[in-house]
């Protein structure tokens, strides 16, 4: 059974930083990407990043490009995804999830950890 759990959520003040990690485990198979994907008060889910553990493919929304980055650790079987320069529109519940591949579409993953909120401040 594929489990996925995100941590590191909290309260951070604009400007500042700040780290998700997303801990997967029960794959099967060495083909699987892991995404995050956040929700902000009054939108709709955006996908804002993925890395495939297979082609290395990597995705960033441009809402976040330049100022997140996404890495995994093998060893670990743990997806980081590295906040920096946090504004307080960035404020919303950030979920990692898990497929095939990478999707630029929330709706297009299989797998979904409990989301974390990350809420920034003015």
């Known amino acids: 059974e594929v489990q996925l759990q995100a941590s590191g959520g909290g309260l951070v003040q604009a400007g500042g930083s700040r780290r998700l990690s997303c801990e997967a485990s029960g794959f099967t198979s060495d083909d699987y990407a892991i995404g995050w994907i956040r929700q902000a008060p009054g939108k709709e889910r955006e996908a804002i990043s993925c890395?495939?553990?297979?082609?290395?493919?990597?995705y960033y929304s441009d809402s976040v490009k330049d100022r997140f980055t996404i890495s995994g650790d093998n060893a670990k079987n743990t997806v980081y995804l590295q906040m920096n320069s946090l504004k307080p529109e960035d404020t919303a519940v950030y979920y990692c999830?898990?497929?095939?591949?990478?999707?630029?579409?929330?709706?297009?993953?299989?797998?979904w950890g409990q989301g974390t909120l990350v809420t920034v401040s003015s």
């Open positions: 890395i495939s553990s297979t082609d290395g493919t990597l």
């Open positions: 999830a898990a497929r095939e591949g990478c999707s630029r579409w929330y709706q297009g993953y299989d797998y």
